[in-house]
């Protein structure tokens, strides 16, 4: 059975080959199809979705999917490489390279600064390792054995030695030592006290009124501070009352989440939670009623809105941005997601995105629209270009792009049925290899095709052509010419 087939497609290439170059077109799809659109100057792909070559003014690509793929910007001096994405990546520019492994647990980047070079590698969670020509700006850590990290993890420093049994952090002139953290720690530096968790623990600190105190943790916890020129505080007795006041907005709870109530003296509204999360009461500059899972609708004074109608059957939402609206319906969690963009001034950001996963993918923004059907991972990934360009073409079986300027592509099974519309005219093909069927219609004139000419009809400026068999019938050749005489 294995050989009849390979017999077979070795039949349609021998006769598909003269057929296409009788035809005048190389594309013979999905071996091999060559096209041209707003994008790209050029785009070839090879064996449908597997190889594609891209070419522009500014940017290369090249693609092995999913196994490697590489993309150039020679004018942003920018460079991508994928193998096997994510199991290694490469970003480039013309100061920093940056390598990642798997995710980012493993990663190696290079910085060209004004002193030298500074390199970094992480093998997460164990090796942590940075060069720099910059004082105090290296480190080595070799996690859990031993660790001298500098500007790392929101810390100025972080030492370590068999990590848990000993750590010593330092942020701000704070200084922390852990001993089998996080059970036993002692501060220093700007501030001062002990921890021995869960049993007691107090912290204070001078420059900002720091107090910090817990005992018996959780059931009594306290907090206070001054926070960019307000007090702020909580307190906790848990789980029978907790109080807490900052920036203006004030919490008591009781038997929490039995009794909560908000409310906030600058937007002037209050809020009733009884129980958490289940119903809430919003009243005042703020105004939200939610009953969960049945029903939930709030709205602000800057006529922002959000709620649900039995969750998670339906959801919505509408945000006042900087420069446009985003509002956002959801129906079962992924299921049906819609996004409308709509610009509030003049050059603001203005679209709409829409996914019915998992049978299609529609954009829209101001310059270009396009529809995509199949969309697997589409809705999940919506931040991920490499994971788009390594694995989505395999899955697309229909795809849709229409352009400011009218024109338009549709594709189906990877180019083996096209449809184009520009100002000049249309095309529409059907070619699995060999050119079953062609049709343009185009301002130069028109035709039409069977098996690359077997059988068809063109018509142009400069007469009409029958083809059968392969063979044309050529007539009314001179028919310009013989208009042009009657004129004079």
């Given at each position: ?24 077109d ?48 020679e004018?942003?001096?920018h ?7 994510p ?6 520019d ?133 926070f ?15 109080e ?55 709205e602000s ?17 509408k ?44 954009t ?15 809705p ?59 049709y ?49």
């Amino acid at each position: 059975m294995i050989h009849k087939t390979i017999c077979f497609v070795c039949f349609l290439l021998l006769i598909g080959i003269p057929v296409v170059c009788s035809a005048g077109d190389l594309n013979i799809p999905p071996i091999f199809y060559h096209d041209q659109d707003e994008a790209y100057k050029t785009e070839e792909n090879l064996l449908g979705p597997f190889i594609t070559i891209r070419k522009n003014d500014e940017r290369n690509e090249f693609g092995i999917r999913p196994f490697f793929y590489w993309l150039e910007n020679e004018k942003r001096d920018h460079r991508e490489m994928d193998i096997l994405y994510p199991l290694f990546g490469y970003w480039a520019d013309s100061d920093i390279k940056s390598y990642q492994f798997l995710l980012h647990l493993v990663k190696y980047e290079s910085n060209k600064l004004k002193g030298g070079t500074e390199r970094e590698f992480t093998l997460f969670p164990f090796i942590f390792y940075k060069s720099s020509p910059e004082k105090d700006n290296g480190y080595f850590g070799l996690f859990p054995l031993y660790g001298d990290l500098n500007n790392k993890f929101s810390k100025d420093t972080i030492q370590f030695i068999l990590f848990p049994l000993y750590m010593k952090t330092t942020s701000e002139g704070d200084k922390t030592t852990s001993i089998v953290w996080p059970f036993i720690s002692i501060y220093s530096g700007d501030q001062e006290g002990f921890r021995l968790w869960p049993i007691y623990g107090k912290r204070t600190k001078k420059k900002n009124n720091l107090e910090q105190t817990f005992i018996m943790w959780p059931f009594y916890v306290s907090n206070e501070k001054d926070f960019y020129g307000q007090h702020i505080y909580s307190r906790n007795f848990f789980p029978f009352y907790s109080e807490s006041e900052m920036f203006g907005i004030k919490h008591r709870s009781y038997f929490w989440p039995l009794y909560n109530k908000t409310e906030s003296i600058n937007n002037n509204f209050e809020r009733w939670d009884v129980p958490w999360p289940f119903i809430n009461i919003t009243r005042g500059k703020k105004y939200q009623t939610r009953v969960f899972p049945f029903y939930s609708r709030s709205e602000s004074a800057e006529e922002d809105t959000d709620g649900f109608i039995l969750w998670p059957l339906y959801k919505y939402s509408k945000l006042h941005l900087e420069d446009h609206i985003r509002s956002k319906k959801i129906f079962l969690f992924f299921i049906f997601k819609e996004e409308t963009y709509k610009p509030t001034i003049d050059g603001g950001k203005k679209g709409k995105r829409i996914d019915l996963w998992p049978l299609f993918t529609y954009t829209k923004n101001r310059n270009s629209s396009y529809l995509h059907v199949f969309t697997l991972f589409e809705p999940f990934i919506r931040s991920s270009d490499r994971l788009y360009r390594n694995y989505s073409p395999f899955w697309r079986i229909f795809e849709w792009r229409k352009y400011d300027d009218d024109s338009s592509k549709a594709s189906l099974l990877w180019d083996i049925i096209t449809l184009r519309n520009s100002e000049r005219g249309s095309k529409f093909s059907i070619k699995p290899v060999i050119p079953l069927v062609t049709y343009r219609n185009m301002d130069v004139g028109n035709s039409f095709k069977l098996l690359g000419g077997l059988i068809g009809y063109s018509s142009s400026d400069y007469g009409d052509t029958i083809r059968l068999f392969y063979y044309p019938f050529r007539f009314n050749k001179d028919k310009n010419r013989e208009e042009g005489s009657r004129k004079e």
